[in-house]
């Protein structure tokens, strides 16, 4: 490509690719795709990014399809690579000048160059970091922000690659370079405090963003850099320096305005201070040792002391309870339960720490949590006033203790609180024997104190669980303060009924539980909603506990339910919505059928709720979990509410509806319960199934569901199933057998077994496609005895139930395998009596028995020759089945089952589902369950004696051993 006449065809495309009209649009992209594998095409993007005159849209473009063709095309081994030449002209061209004026287009070119970077540098770009070294020394401003811009962009990508040569040769880059990183950074903090001293604003804006800069290169250094950073005087000495720096900053904050221009880039520069010690003890936490000192005592006097009084921000609070955090709960700072086998930095850094955390530091600590970290501030009360279920269900999960005051606050108390809990509890205690009795409602401090320690004793509960009687403190005063209906006084409602949430599952007797009860029926009809919702969460708790018994809950079951269903419409917000829905579920799950009569409401509202949540699909899961569980719930019943559900199965795994991506699992799992309480199979609920190949194909972590629902097709209605669906199954298991792990090929082997229970002559003939390969596994000796044991019960089931089959089959391997028919069969009962240990379960073991005992009688001279091994393996499965009645000294077959057979049900087993009773009927039919497997060896035996006459008979049986023949008559006497 010719660069002068190719810059203005490419410009003009860029041109027409930033236009908003599609018709422009579209035909450009095309165009710059084309052009992507064109030899010249990133060098005519190069002068076209880094012309100035140019519009801005064009060259941010021309920036972005470079920076993506470095991903597509750099490497030497993708399809359509760059040559070396063009890559290395590019590279020079990259870093001839840096100074591009727009800030996102320098932001991208400096990420463009680290992607380069971390594929060639320092090998085929050695010239690379000098340069960067050689050109922030340029006394041009912006010129040095934007080589300290591509700098920083350079080491943060060289830090993340994880290889032990790349690591060695990023710890060569940072030794080259960390003096000079170390003073460039101190000489551009100094000349930001003299700046900002002097009152020249402007100037001293610019100079901090290159301290932000040149930071982040050091953070990224001292991290990643060096194996033994102790070592390193330089390393330490910055460091040390960063406590210096961080007063000096705060010094300047409180003389600056809150307005100020520097005030934002100010507390950046403050945090990522945090963030490199926070990084260094992440990363080298023995190396560490040396600052834990200095690194409480900064942290801890500027969050649980008067210096930080007005000076500290929350992001900086939040920061510094994560360092104590990270100091107290880091594993390598705990001696090991032997104190011989602990290392002796180990020791030492719990020397420190210990210390240090004396019993004033703790109490300080831990009144200063409670009191000033753990009270409800204005905009939360605002927020309960204004926006109570925005309150009520604020996310504080995952990581959020990272970033957000609140959740922090509560990890570190529980952490210290649990290292240090002989101390602190005494403490913690005194707070709460302060706060005994009902508050004063006029004075709302006391109340918040009382909320904050309240939440304090819930926090701690499992660390509290030998000091505090709970059961005695929920009878004389929890349930009291439950009872105040001051509107002021909803701050304790609501942190009581949570913190007994919090003790149930630690302690609380299951007597207390009806008093327990009581309260959230009066508490769901609370006049504030936050205290509705809170109680809600704490009844999930109290049933979703191992203690729950369903008795105690019944008397409750109708009243809590209704007021739940009432929430339920109350609530406006989907997220709380999705809340309630869950207890719900719980509730549900935990009553199973007793909720039977009062899920009248809650059916007729769900498709409305449906309905209205077409744009919120995290709340229809929440519908489909709900739905699971009703399903459940009604059993038989569950058939009432097939108007709605079968369209909601339909959408929710129908690949080819966008909302499939959220709602899929769920959907198959609602699938799955409703085939197995339908107490019939319906049209529509056949018709769903058309969704189910496209499932298979996707070939995801759902196939074990979908195999199910197949199984639950097969039980439900077996022959208009297969009629329908059979080819379309057999198809989509021939691909999935191809790509599968061992494990998977045992689940849907097992489905071509229950195609074969439900149906041993239309089944098979129906999955015939797939059975060569069942048979070509059993010849070569399948070595996954899993898979090998299903192939054989497959073979087994086609032997016994479908012999014509069976020979059909045979004689297509036998051509297969250039052998004889016989010489084949021969082969296979080898095999199978070579690998009956590969089979463990005992119904197969019998299947194995009664299948090639159906070969009997034969007067086949290699069915004569393996007599011997089929009687082997009858035996061996006589000995699995048979017990022996000790009174008639007879023996039984224990696989036997009857119509007349049932089951007791314990009270605490669930009533068995319709497919529990389909499988039990289909189980009456089985040969398994059906032939006596004694009975059958001796019939067959016998028509093989008449067979070959007595002594023809006897010579057959001299070629097995006569111990096996000895147990072989024990088994049969009396027959």
Not at 381 to 400: H, I, K, R
Request: charged content about 20%; proline content about 4%; glycine content about 4%.
């Amino acid at each position: 490509m010719d660069l002068h006449s190719a810059s203005s065809l490419v410009i003009q495309a860029l041109t027409q690719a930033t236009s908003q009209d599609t018709t422009v649009l579209k035909p450009a992209e095309e165009q710059l795709k084309q052009w992507e594998i064109q030899p010249g095409f990133y060098s005519v993007l190069l002068n076209i990014f880094m012309n100035h005159s140019l519009d801005v849209n064009v060259r941010w473009l021309a920036v972005l399809y470079f920076k993506n063709g470095i991903d597509r095309y750099w490497r030497r081994v993708a399809p359509h690579a760059l040559s070396e030449e063009e890559k290395s002209t590019l590279r020079a061209g990259l870093i001839t000048n840096f100074n591009e004026p727009v800030n996102q287009i320098a932001t991208q070119i400096a990420v463009l160059i680290a992607k380069v970077a971390r594929l060639d540098c320092p090998r085929q770009w050695p010239e690379l970091i000098p340069t960067l070294l050689e050109s922030v020394k340029v006394q041009d401003e912006l010129h040095q922000h934007r080589v300290l811009l591509t700098f920083y962009h350079v080491t943060k990508t060289l830090a993340s690659k994880r290889l032990a040569a790349d690591r060695k040769l990023f710890a060569e880059l940072a030794a080259g370079v960390y003096s000079f990183a170390c003073s460039l950074w101190n000489h551009q903090t100094d000349t930001f405090l003299q700046q900002i001293c002097s009152g020249d604003e402007a100037a001293a804006v610019n100079s901090l963003e290159r301290t932000l800069l040149s930071l982040k290169v050091l953070r990224k250094l001292t991290a990643h850099g060096f194996t033994e950073p102790q070592q390193n005087m330089e390393v330490m000495g910055f460091l040390n320096a960063v406590f210096e720096r961080v007063k000096q900053f705060f010094e300047c904050r409180r003389r600056i305005s809150a307005g100020h221009i520097c005030m934002d880039k100010l507390e950046k520069n403050i945090i990522l201070y945090t963030k490199v010690l926070l990084d260094f003890l992440d990363y080298h936490p023995y190396h560490f040792i040396p600052l834990i000192q200095r690194s409480l005592e900064f942290a801890v006097s500027y969050v649980f002391t008067e210096v930080g009084e007005g000076v500290v921000f929350e992001r900086f609070v939040v920061q510094c309870m994560n360092l104590i955090k990270m100091i107290v709960k880091n594993s390598a700072y705990k001696p090991a339960k032997n104190v011989e086998d602990s290392k002796v930095e180990t020791l030492e850094a719990h020397k420190i720490k210990m210390e240090f955390f004396t019993y004033q530091t703790l109490t300080e600590i831990c009144r200063r949590l409670v009191s000033k970290y753990l009270l409800l501030t204005e905009e939360e009360l605002t927020m309960w006033e204004e926006d109570p279920e925005g309150f009520a269900v604020e996310e504080t999960g995952g990581d959020s203790w990272k970033y957000s005051l609140r959740p922090c606050t509560e990890v570190l108390f529980l952490d210290v609180f649990h290292e240090f809990s002989q101390t602190l509890t005494p403490a913690l205690l005194d707070m709460v024997h302060n706060l005994q009795g009902p508050s004063v409602m006029e004075d709302s401090s006391v109340l918040l104190i009382k909320d904050a320690v309240y939440n304090a004793v819930g926090l701690a509960a499992y660390d509290l669980f030998d000091s505090v009687d709970f059961n005695q403190w929920f009878e004389n005063q929890l349930l009291a303060e439950l009872q105040v209906a001051h509107d002021r006084y909803k701050l304790i409602r609501r942190r009581v009924i949570w913190l007994i949430g919090q003790w149930t599952s630690v302690k609380f007797r299951s007597d207390l539980r009806p008093l327990l009860y009581e309260a959230i029926l009066n508490l769901l009809q609370d006049q504030d909603l936050v205290v509705r919702i809170e109680t809600a969460t704490t009844l999930k708790l109290a049933v979703d506990d191992f203690e729950f018994s369903t008795e105690q809950f019944l008397p409750y079951l109708e009243s809590i339910f209704s007021l739940l269903f009432q929430l339920l419409q109350q609530v406006m917000e989907c997220d709380t919505k999705m809340h309630v829905l869950h207890v719900i579920s719980c509730v549900i799950e935990r009553v199973n059928m007793q909720i039977r009569p009062y899920v009248g409401c809650l059916i007729q509202y769900l498709p409305l709720l449906w309905k209205q949540s077409e744009e919120h699909n995290m709340l229809r899961c929440a519908i489909l979990t709900t739905l699971i569980h009703l399903v459940q719930g009604l059993g038989a019943d569950s058939k009432n509410l097939y108007p709605f559900l079968l369209p909601v199965i339909q959408l929710s795994t129908d690949v080819s509806q966008p909302p499939h991506v959220y709602l899929l699992e769920d959907g198959l799992e609602l699938w799955l319960a409703t085939l197995e309480n339908s107490p019939a199979g319906t049209a529509e609920l056949l018709r769903i199934f058309q969704n189910m190949p496209a499932l298979l194909e996707l070939g995801s972590e759902n196939v074990k569901t979908c195999l199910q629902i197949i199984n639950g097709y097969l039980f439900l209605v077996s022959s208009e199933f297969l009629q329908t669906y059979a080819t379309a199954i057999c198809h989509s298991f021939c691909d999935l057998l191809k790509d599968i792990t061992h494990e998977g090929q045992v689940q849907v082997l097992k489905v071509v077994e229950n195609v074969l229970k439900v149906s041993p002559v239309l089944g098979a003939q129906m999955f015939q496609l797939l059975l060569p390969s069942v048979f070509r596994g059993v010849i070569d000796g399948e070595r996954y005895p899993v898979v090998m044991s299903t192939f054989l019960g497959i073979v087994g089931r086609v032997l016994l139930q479908n012999a014509s089959l069976f020979a059909s089959l045979l004689s297509q391997m036998a051509v297969e395998y250039n052998q004889e028919v016989d010489q084949l069969l021969g082969n296979v009962i080898e095999m199978w009596v070579d690998r009956m240990d590969n089979i463990t379960q005992p119904e197969r073991r019998k299947l194995s028995a009664l299948g090639l005992l159906s070969l009997l009688p034969s007067d086949n001279s290699v069915i004569q020759d393996k007599f011997c091994g089929i009687i082997n393996v009858c035996v061996e499965a006589l000995h699995d089945l048979m017990t022996e009645d000790p009174e008639t000294g007879t023996y039984k077959d224990c696989m036997l089952i009857s119509h007349l057979e049932e089951p007791e049900q314990s009270e605490d087993e669930e009533p068995p589902k319709e497919q529990d009773k389909r499988m039990k009927m289909l189980a009456l039919k089985d040969p398994v369950h059906s032939v006596s497997l004694q009975q059958f060896a001796y019939e067959k035996l016998k028509k093989q004696q008449d067979l070959l006459g007595e002594q023809g008979f006897q010579a057959l049986m001299q070629t097995v051993d006569t111990e096996i023949v000895r147990q072989l008559q024990e088994f049969l006497q009396g027959l």
